[in-house]
Nanobody
Framework: QVQLVESGGGLVQPGGSLRLSCVAS????????MAWYRQAPGKERELVAI???????KYADSVKGRFTISRDNAKNTVDLQMNSLKPEDTGVYYC?????????WGQGIQVTVSS
């Protein structure tokens, strides 16, 4: 069973930056997809950014140019660098990973953007 643990959330002022990290543990052969999702209060969970095994990335329109997703295959980690944060970026951020035969979610980490 693969477990994902997120870190790096917290409270930040508008315009500030945060870096989220997620590490996978367990029996892992290879990971195809790594991604970050978020869920704002009263809203559905949405995809923020995704990165494939070859490094191809895709972002939600609302975060393009501000967020950067990266991965370290040797360490089974995925990071999300968030710059120029806005109040509407507030929510619980979830790490997601998938490979042949399994997928896993992190427990979620709170990000609050407020003055």
């Amino acid at each position: 069973q693969v477990q994902l643990v997120e870190s790096g959330g917290g409270l930040v002022q508008p315009g500030g930056s945060l870096r989220l990290s997620c590490v996978a543990s367990g029996i892992i052969v290879s990971i195809n997809v790594m991604a970050w999702y978020r869920q704002a209060p009263g809203k559905e969970r949405e995809l923020v950014a995704i990165i494939g095994s070859g490094g191809i990335t895709k972002y939600a329109d609302s975060v393009k140019g501000r967020f950067t997703i990266s991965r370290d295959n040797a360490k089974n980690t995925v990071d999300l660098q968030m710059n120029s944060l806005k109040p509407e970026d507030t929510g619980v951020y979830y790490c997601y990973m998938a490979a042949g035969g399994w997928n896993s979610w992190g427990q979620g980490i709170q990000v609050t953007v407020s003055s």
